[in-house]
């Protein structure tokens, strides 16, 4: 893919700073995002992926604070910014869909007055051309009624509607680059489908780019156009959708996939990788994988591996990737 890369990540780190001591959420972290390009980012929970992204909009409250490491948004490094800039560029140049839809939503004022409010704090623009753009957001994501829906209140919408809504109002500005937390993960897979549909189709008509956060590889097999897999604040593996699912170099992401109810034979033992993600406020000094890896010889207990290109848009953190006839 030529077009341009709309966000770079380079070497990010996100630390927190706690009486126990540092826990290096983020550690070293890089990758890009074309226009119109969708990247998945996955990993179990406490792998750093949803502090990734609150980085990324900076979001991350003490004691945390990003430490390191630039966010370059079509060449503006975002990790400079202050609060006040921070306020200008959420919600107009980059913006963010939670899990919960209610972060996003107040409960006590209608969907109307909440999507205006959006639309105003950026732009100096009339009430009623803004209740034009709002409605006209609603039925871009897929809400029948606009009209009645704007005037109603959060509590009248069911989780569906309510995230559609999330959405809608993340979509006003168009927004260079959107990061959704797992945001369909309280759905049923009904409404799942739909939105993510409804997601990559806007992503294609809009030039948009996106950063979808989850742990499920389900739905980020037909999802995403490329793939970047977390594992105790690094990212372990990356390269096209296809290629990483298809032929897995790091044993992590082996795990991941394997652990998949799908790809067990009937009637035979989930696959479960062994042992518990490491602290990282106690990090081994050579991989964090180690004590959990299959393949693990003695010069992976003693340096962590650097990350090693392997292709054009293929990297993995391993020194001893899997060889791909073990995936047979």
Known sequence: MNTPNTLTVKNLKTHFFTKAGVVKAVDDVSFSVNSG?????????????TVTGFSLI????????????SIL???????????KQWRELRGKKIAMIFQDPMMTLNPVLRI????IEAIQAHEDISKQAARERCREALVRVGIASPDERLTSYPHQFSGGMRQ????????????????????TTALDVTIQAQILYEVRKLCSETGMSLIWVTHDLAVISGLADRIAVMYAGRIVEQGSIDEVLDAPLHPYTKGLIESVP???????????????????????????FASRCPAKQSDCLVAAPEITQLGEERHVRCFHPVKQEEMA
């Not at 109307?112 to 999507?115: A, E, G, P, V």
């Not at 559609?164 to 937390?181: C, K, Q, S, T, Y």
């Open 58 to 69: 900076g979001l991350v409250d003490e004691p945390g604070r990003v430490v390191g490491g």
């Open 112 to 115: 109307d007055t909440q999507m």
């Open 164 to 183: 559609r809504v999330a959405i809608a109002i993340a979509l006003l500005h168009e927004p260079d680059l959107i990061i959704a937390d797992e945001p």
């Open 73 to 83: 948004l079509n060449g503006d490094d975002l990790a400079r910014k202050d609060e």
């Open 262 to 288: 799908s790809r067990n034979k009937r009637g035979a033992k989930l696959y479960q990788i062994p042992g518990m993600t490491p602290s990282l406020l106690n990090l081994p000094a050579g991989c964090a």
């Open 37 to 49: 390009e969708i990247l998945g980012l996955v990993g179990e929970s406490g792998s750093g992926k």
